[in-house]
T-cell receptor
Framework: GAVVSQHPSWVICKSGTSVKIECRSL??????MFWYRQFPKQSLMLMAT?????????EQGVEKDKFLINHASLTLSTLTVTSAHPEDSSFYIC??????????FGPGTRLTVL | AQRVTQPEKLLSVFKGAPVELKCNYS??????LFWYVQYSRQRLQLLLR??SRESIKGFTADLNKGETSFHLKKPFAQEEDSAMYYC???????????FGKGTRLSVIA
């Protein structure tokens, strides 16, 4: 089946620094990828939809200047958390959609901001 | 607006007992409904989707448009079914999945 990878799986950073998270579709091309955020014991909240070659579409309440998304190729999307603060600490999950419109999920990246 | 409601945060059943995880949705058009499962320390996996009408790991779910429900059922729960289950909806135009808050199923031996 289709596989989506994320890197890193876990990152700790200091407040004020930026962190980049990569999402790759390993065995299929994904024109659309999604970024979700999951707080402990809560559901996945959609942050943004990333389309290859165009600007991402952000959900209401998500700061596009803080969460920079780049979808440079059909197999790679990146999420950069800029000037991270402790409240940005969370589990970030990406999802890639194949040609059958099925969404496959990455394993997630746990971000801890000190 | 799209909304998915899973009323139970936690559901505990004994091994061999029937299981029903409830899911209700709100959507003005014709949605696609899904069930995803997340086992401990693993990624989210697609369990089943209503359009395929198949049974996976003994689980089935029927879309009831009149009641706007998509409950997940299994006649005999197994310990390995213990996991977090999320109901999800996709509206028209290939929009992103919208998830419910999830139900943690605990199957007791």
């Amino acid at each position: 089946g289709a596989v989506v990878s994320q890197h890193p799986s876990w990152v700790i950073c200091k407040s004020g620094t930026s962190v980049k998270i990569e999402c790759r579709s390993l065995d299929f091309q994904a024109t659309t990828m999604f970024w979700y955020r999951q707080f402990p014991k809560q559901s996945l909240m959609l942050m943004a939809t990333s389309n290859e070659g165009s600007k991402a579409t952000y959900e209401q309440g998500v700061e596009k200047d803080k969460f920079l998304i780049n979808h440079a190729s059909l197999t790679l999307s990146t999420l950069t958390v800029t000037s991270a603060h402790p409240e940005d600490s969370s589990f970030y999950i990406c999802s890639a959609r194949d040609e059958t419109v099925t969404q496959y999920f990455g394993p997630g990246t746990r971000l801890t901001v000190l | 607006a799209q909304r998915v409601t899973q009323p139970e945060k936690l559901l505990s059943v004994f091994k061999g007992a029937p299981v029903e995880l409830k899911c209700n949705y709100s959507y003005s058009g014709s949605p696609e409904l899904f069930w995803y499962v997340q086992y401990s320390r693993q990624r989210l996996q697609l369990l089943l989707r209503h359009i395929s009408r198949e049974s996976i790991k003994g689980f089935t779910a029927d879309l009831n448009k009149g009641e706007t429900s998509f409950h997940l059922k299994k006649p005999f729960a197994q310990e390995e079914d213990s996991a977090m289950y999320y109901c999800a909806l996709r509206g028209s135009g290939n929009t992103p999945l919208v998830f419910g808050k999830g139900t943690r199923l605990s199957v007791i031996a």
